[in-house]
């Protein structure tokens, strides 16, 4: 094969793959949600069907995440950061001086994730990270339509900023 050459591929047909039955139910329930672009959204103007919609996934999300979170000893607070809802979450053990944070996005496709998923999500991550944590719970549709989720991921990475040099700022998060 030569630099021009495309590399072989394989195509597999669509298939329909079942849900493993030895996952817990709660992996099985998001598992079983199917994927995002098949899923049947409300109609654009139907913010209470969003609402629902939102609330309905986050029930299941949260399901999944909260016995993780519960097993993790961590400090957690409510703030607002720069106008932005947060969680700052310090695990057990961080130092005092540790001069690191984690700025933790939840996952949920800037529409869903919010509230208890958001701060279930940033317990298990940021004692994954080792590092206290800003869990970012950042504005949503159908209430706050794009570009809100961004603006307040920026806005809490700046205020992150003022007080932490950039290296020592985790981003991670889900999705």
Known sequence: MTTGDAPPSLHVAARDVPVPPFLSPEARAVLGMGSLGEAEYPALDDLDGWRAMIEARDAV????????????????????????????ITPKGTPKDDPRVCLEIHGGGLIMGGGACCRAMGITNGAVAGARTWAIDYRMPPDHP?????????AAYRALLREHAAENIIVRGGS
Not at 61 to 80: G, H, I, N, Q, Y
Not at 146 to 154: E, K, S
């Open 146 to 154: 794009y570009p809100a989720a961004l603006d307040d991921c920026l």
């Open 61 to 88: 999300v949260l399901a999944m995440l909260e016995p993780r979170a519960s097993l993790v000893e961590a400090k957690v607070m409510e703030t607002d950061l720069d106008g932005v809802k947060t969680f700052l």
